[in-house]
């Protein structure tokens, strides 16, 4: 199983960019559909992006969709989140997850989750 450890968060002002990045240890790195997720203070977690093992598939939330890109490098065993045209109600704890199909990651159910880097938008 793969361990995950995101990167890259910080303070950005409104319509502002960020690049995260979610490096995971272990031989398992493309054998996993990766993901991103976020969490802002007092919500759910929610589903923010996907990609599927080649890299050749990703799907997004409706909220992200034109501003966020996810990539994955399998030789670097990275999963990337670029973040364009950012909103102060993208401010949140952005999570990468591991899990085994599209639609169960897109429901929350993934198999390994990193601890988590935040990113705050000022307006």
């Known amino acids: 199983q793969v361990q995950l450890v995101e990167s890259g968060g910080g303070l950005v002002q409104a319509g502002g960019s960020l690049r995260l990045s979610c490096a995971a240890s272990?031989?398992?790195?493309?054998?996993?559909?990766m993901g991103w997720f976020r969490q802002a203070p007092g919500k759910e977690r929610e589903f923010v992006a996907n990609?599927?093992?080649?890299?050749?598939?990703?799907s997004y939330a409706d909220s992200v969709k034109g501003r966020f890109t996810i990539s994955r490098d399998n030789a670097k065993s990275t999963v990337y989140l670029q973040m364009n045209s950012l909103k102060p109600e993208d401010t949140a704890v952005y999570y990468c997850?591991?899990?085994?199909?599209?639609?169960?990651?897109?429901?929350?159910?993934?198999?390994?989750w990193g601890q988590g880097t935040l990113v705050t938008v000022s307006s």
């Open positions: 997850a591991a899990g085994l199909t599209f639609e169960l990651m897109r429901r929350g159910n993934c198999e390994v």
């Open positions: 272990g031989r398992t790195f493309s054998t996993y559909v």
């Open positions: 990609i599927n093992r080649s890299g050749g598939a990703t």
